[in-house]
T-cell receptor, first 116, second 109 residues
Framework: EPEVTQTPSHQVTQMGQEVILRCVPISNHLYFYWYRQILGQKVEFLVSFYNNEISEKSEIFDDQFSVERPDGSNFTLKIRSTKLEDSAMYFC??????????????FGPGTRLTVL | RKEVEQDPGPFNVPEGATVAFNCTYSNSASQSFFWYRQDCRKEPKLLMSVYSSGNEDGRFTAQLNRASQYISLLIRDSKLSDSATYLCVVQSNDYKLSFGAGTTVTVRA
């Protein structure tokens, strides 16, 4: 069964450093997403991406964040200058965006980001 | 008001019992509704979509009440493997998902 993959599984970084989190969505999917979950809290939407551009972003997704689809398979989230409060699990998701069906999003296993 | 509110539980039930819980959502324009389950420190996994007429998938039954803006999940004949956090998820017309904080269910032998 096709699945979303993410690397690395765990990233430790120093405050102020840049990190890039990588995702490979399911191959025939057209919509891509990033969510985050701070330990003990709910999953929060960050950004959605379609047709090589951001379609929606939340208040969390400020100028420190950017997304990119550098090639036909990868989808990346970059945090330019990490803060302690960026420590969280970051989930990538993708969906097929079938026009007449409920659009189900499938999640990757996540990258645990720890900012020291 | 939170977009999606859930009873956090925990619901501690014996194997074989029935457990049910609800969530409410604030955006009346919400389009699609789901229950995901999340095991500790893992990704959310789709359990089932929720349709207006109510739907069943094996031991799991979901109901949607658009007028009252609530969604329910019922688990029959609970198994140890049903122990997890159940996330109520609502999708608006911009396709982003809004998650509840989750309801924790623990099934004991």
């Amino acid at each position: 069964e096709p699945e979303v993959t993410q690397t690395p599984s765990h990233q430790v970084t120093q405050m102020g450093q840049e990190v890039i989190l990588r995702c490979v969505p399911i191959s025939n999917h057209l919509y891509f997403y990033w969510y985050r979950q701070i330990l003990g809290q709910k999953v929060e939407f960050l950004v959605s991406f379609y047709n090589n551009e951001i379609s929606e972003k939340s208040e969390i997704f400020d100028d420190q964040f950017s997304v990119e689809r550098p090639d036909g398979s990868n989808f990346t989230l970059k945090i330019r200058s990490t803060k302690l409060e960026d420590s969280a699990m970051y989930f990538c998701a993708s969906s097929e965006m079938a026009a007449e069906a409920v659009d189900t999003q499938y999640f990757g296993p996540g990258t645990r980001l720890t900012v020291l | 008001r939170k977009e999606v509110e859930q009873d956090p539980g925990p619901f501690n039930v014996p194997e074989g019992a029935t457990v049910a819980f609800n969530c409410t959502y604030s955006n009346s324009a919400s389009q699609s509704f789901f229950w995901y389950r999340q095991d500790c420190r893992k990704e959310p996994k789709l359990l089932m979509s929720v349709y207006s007429s109510g739907n069943e998938d094996g031991r799991f039954t979901a109901q949607l009440n658009r007028a009252s803006q609530y969604i329910s999940l019922l688990i029959r004949d609970s198994k140890l493997s049903d122990s997890a956090t159940y996330l109520c998820v609502v999708q608006s017309n911009d396709y982003k998902l809004s998650f509840g904080a989750g309801t924790t269910v623990t099934v004991r032998a």
